[in-house]
T-cell receptor
Framework: KNEVEQSPQNLTAQEGEFITINCSYSVGISALHWLQQHPGGGIVSLFMLSSGKKKHGRLIATINIQEKHSSLHITASHPRDSAVYICAVSYPDSNYQLIWGAGTKLIIKP | NAGVTQTPKFRVLKTGQSMTLLCAQDMNHEYMYWYRQDPGMGLRLIHYSVGEGTTAKGEVPDGYNVSRLKKQNFLLGLESAAPSQTSVYFC????????????FGDGTRLSIL
C-alpha cells in the first residue's frame, strides 16, 4: 500500500527557531509536493520536487530519493508561519492522483 | 485572478436533503478534483475528472455524484445527505501534464444534522 507519513503531527516553537517537518513514503514516486493550509482553510502549493533541494524565501524543501524521505525547513520562523503543512506524493502509474499525508500543525509563538 | 472558486462556503443540511457544490476554475485546466478533509486525516479524493465530459471515482466516492459538463466547472452532488458526510470539501484543478501542482479553492464547510 502506498502511504505517506508525516512527523511530527504537532509542533510548537518560539519565533526565530529553525523548523523541520518530515515526510516519508513507502514506494518510488514521481514527485513530492509540500502545501500549506492556514487557519480558515485555504490550501496553497509551496513546492513540488523530484530530486535535490528547492528554496523559496525562508522555506527550504529537500528530498532523498534513496531514503524515501523529504524535509521542509523554515528558517527564522515567524508567527505568520503558523499553519498546517501537508506532504503529498504522486506515483509513476498515476499522474493525476496524489497520496496525502495527514499534515503537521505548526504553531509559532511570539 | 479568481483561480478556483467554490460555492457555497458554508452550508447546513438536514439528513436526507440533497445539494450541489459548485467548483469553477478560470485557468483552462484539464484536471479537476473533489476532496474531503476530516480532522486528523489527510485529504481524501472523492471523484476526479481528466477532461470535459469525463469523471472517475476516487478513494471515497460512495454517496456522491459528479458532473463535468463544461471544462471550467466541476459539480459535486449529495443526493441524500448523511451525518457522515459532514466535512470540509475542497475542489482543486491542475493542467494535464505530469506532476503539476494542484490549485485549490477555499473550501466548503458542510454540516449534516
Amino acid at each position: 500500500k502506498n502511504e505517506v507519513e508525516q512527523s511530527p503531527q504537532n509542533l510548537t516553537a518560539q519565533e526565530g527557531e529553525f523548523i523541520t517537518i518530515n515526510c516519508s513514503y513507502s514506494v518510488g514516486i514521481s514527485a513530492l509536493h509540500w502545501l500549506q493550509q492556514h487557519p480558515g482553510g485555504g490550501i496553497v502549493s509551496l513546492f513540488m520536487l523530484s530530486s535535490g533541494k528547492k528554496k523559496h524565501g525562508r522555506l527550504i524543501a529537500t528530498i532523498n530519493i534513496q531514503e524515501k524521505h523529504s524535509s521542509l525547513h523554515i528558517t527564522a520562523s515567524h508567527p505568520r508561519d503558523s499553519a498546517v503543512y501537508i506532504c503529498a506524493v504522486s506515483y509513476p502509474d498515476s499522474n493525476y492522483q496524489l497520496i496525502w499525508g495527514a499534515g503537521t500543525k505548526l504553531i509559532i509563538k511570539p | 485572478n479568481a483561480g478556483v472558486t467554490q460555492t457555497p462556503k458554508f452550508r447546513v443540511l438536514k439528513t436526507g436533503q440533497s445539494m450541489t457544490l459548485l467548483c469553477a476554475q478560470d485557468m483552462n485546466h484539464e484536471y479537476m478534483y473533489w476532496y474531503r478533509q476530516d480532522p486528523g486525516m489527510g485529504l481524501r479524493l472523492i471523484h476526479y475528472s481528466v477532461g470535459e465530459g469525463t469523471t472517475a471515482k476516487g478513494e471515497v466516492p460512495d454517496g456522491y455524484n459528479v458532473s463535468r459538463l463544461k471544462k471550467q466547472n466541476f459539480l459535486l452532488g449529495l443526493e441524500s445527505a448523511a451525518p457522515s458526510q459532514t466535512s470540509v470539501y475542497f475542489c482543486a484543478s491542475s493542467d494535464g501534464t505530469r506532476n503539476q501542482p494542484q490549485h485549490f479553492g477555499d473550501g466548503t464547510r458542510l454540516s449534516i444534522l
